[in-house]
């Protein structure tokens, strides 16, 4: 048994937010209070002061990519103010690889560039190695010609559904590769086994734990599940996961007689993940009306509503929930359109109503603001993207944006927000997130002192509720977790400043002193 006492403690748990003590007993709090009456009811417990720190629950990231984010953390950075910096750094890499060994990088970002880049670049700095780049939004690659070759693109390769092979004006392809079309030369990458997986999620964990996190909602495929199953059954996992299904593994789901929430208190089952369209970045978010200064682009839309009802209705029926990624404000309009069908099937089924999300929700029709709310589904939705994006969201939807990355819209219309980073995509540092969200403006100040649209600006309790009380909600986890109170996981952070007090702008910059998950302190800084 521990006790934490001396400290200011945020429970999150609306009638009692504040205490100074806890008492902790085989992974969960057992007692919260003040010191005086939690010291004198448990006289043998293993004590700690803490000098006046201030706990929180620990904060869940509600929408990650693990494998991908580990995986990433090995991978050259290619999130770089210029193309020839990170041509640089491909260099550096090809000069100690094998002969032919691929070359593997995340993060380009074309908009912070001067235009696309193109594979003759990469031949010039790694002329002996394939090179596979993931862009920054995870919709786009680029290749370099070697890789092109073993994914078997040529200037006669038809562009495959819900995907485009970027050519230059004689045909041929200049290496840029957008959402399916990346599977060409994606699936010619060795795969990493589920045990070397397993190996580098371990090694991440600490950097997750040194941000805060004590779970994820993890989407990445059936390889990471593998590995997080290997590293359950060795004790090793000490994240709290409630992992995605992807749409095509549904019917292999239901066969089995998989269920939403099923699994322990470490790994869980969570929801279906659909994709409706692609993303801001490459332009493949599918839109009502075209981008900007692009009168023939209106994106990807992957299926319609009806196909995305069928596939729910499949799931629902076999006590599977929904998450479908949508960006643009078509997409989004499409997904609420099949969510509103769905919870009429559910209805007339006598189905309980399942807790469905949308992930992302980066830009909405104004019709369809209170929609969310009013169909009971939950607000999944990214911070970090608004800073990280609104430059674009300005340069490619204009006046559009105003209803972009609306949380406070949500908030008020009284949906239930989860907040993630979509990592690798983003840092999933969610100090940084919550920043975002109280204050819409980059870590350097921009865009101004009132923020980007500062009507959409949550106060700082919203937004820490948005990482503990929402993720736990989506997750069928409410009566355990995203709360400091007897029965709930003791899972908490330990902070020498408090998030409640300080200036926004010093948010970016917390870090907590020490993290514990189920009663166990799992990092010290």
């Known amino acids: 048994m ?13 009638s009692s937010p504040d205490a100074s003590a806890l008492a902790i007993d085989r992974g969960r709090v057992i007692q919260v209070g003040e010191t005086e009456q939690i010291l004198s009811a448990f006289d043998r417990a293993e004590r700690h002061d803490m000098a006046g720190q201030s706990i929180l629950p620990g904060l869940v990231d509600a929408h990650l990519h693990l494998k991908q984010y580990a995986l990433a953390l090995q991978a050259l950075d290619c999130e770089t103010a210029t193309k020839e910096a990170c041509l640089q750094r491909v260099g550096e890499r090809a000069r100690s690889a094998k002969p032919g060994e691929w070359i593997l990088g995340h993060g380009w970002n074309q908009n912070s560039w001067e235009g696309w880049p193109c594979a003759v670049d990469l031949d010039t700095v790694a002329p002996g190695n394939p090179v596979y780049l993931t862009a920054k939004s995870l919709h786009a690659a680029w290749a370099n010609s070697a890789a092109l070759t073993l994914g078997g693109i040529g200037s006669d390769t038809p562009d495959p559904q819900n995907g485009q092979i970027q050519r230059d004006p004689g045909g041929q392809p200049t290496g840029i590769l957008l959402e399916a079309a990346m599977a060409l030369v994606g699936k010619r990458i060795p795969e990493p086994t589920p045990a070397a997986i397993a190996q580098v999620i371990a090694e991440a964990q600490p950097a997750l734990w040194g941000m805060g996190i004590t779970g994820v909602h993890d989407f990445d495929r059936r390889s990471c599940f593998l590995a997080l199953q290997q590293l359950h059954e060795e004790d090793l996992l000490r994240l709290r996961v409630t992992k995605g299904i992807p749409l095509e593994d549904l019917p292999h789901a239901v066969e089995l007689g998989l269920r939403t929430g099923f699994g322990n208190e470490w790994l869980r089952i969570g929801p279906v993940k659909a994709f409706m369209d692609g993303a801001l970045g490459p332009r493949t978010a599918a839109m009502f009306e075209p981008y900007l200064n692009e009168p023939e682009n209106r994106g990807i839309l992957n299926m319609d509503a009806e196909e995305l009802l069928e596939a729910g209705r499949q799931a629902v029926s076999a006590g599977l929930s929904m998450a479908v990624h949508a960006i643009g404000d078509r997409a989004n309009h499409a997904v609420l359109d099949a969510f509103e069908q769905l919870r009429q099937f559910e209805r007339d089924q006598g189905l309980s109503p399942l807790r469905h999300r949308i992930e992302h929700v980066q830009l909405l029709h104004d019709q369809d603001a209170g929609r969310l709310a009013d169909l009971q589904i939950i607000a999944s939705m990214q911070p970090i993207h608004a800073t990280s994006d609104m430059s674009m969201a300005d340069q490619f939807w204009g006046s559009r944006a105003a209803l972009a990355y609306a949380w406070c819209t949500q908030a008020r219309h009284g949906a239930c927000l989860a907040f993630g980073s979509d990592a690798p995509v983003e840092s999933p540092n969610p100090f940084w997130g919550i920043h975002a969200t109280v204050t819409r403006q980059r870590r350097d ?24 009380r929402g993720p736990a909600y989506a997750s069928g986890s409410e009566d355990r977790l995203g709360q400091l109170a007897p029965g709930f996981f003791a899972d908490l952070i330990t902070l020498e400043r408090d998030p409640y007090q300080v200036a926004p702008e010093e948010l970016p910059d917390m870090r907590p002193a020490a993290t514990m998950v189920g009663g166990e302190w799992v990092w010290h800084a």
């Open 445 to 468: 100040g921009s865009p101004g002192p009132d923020g980007w649209y500062p009507e959409q600006r949550l106060s700082i309790d919203t937004a820490i509720e948005a990482y503990t």
């Open 2 to 14: 521990k006790i934490l006492y001396n400290a200011r403690i945020h429970t999150l748990v609306p």
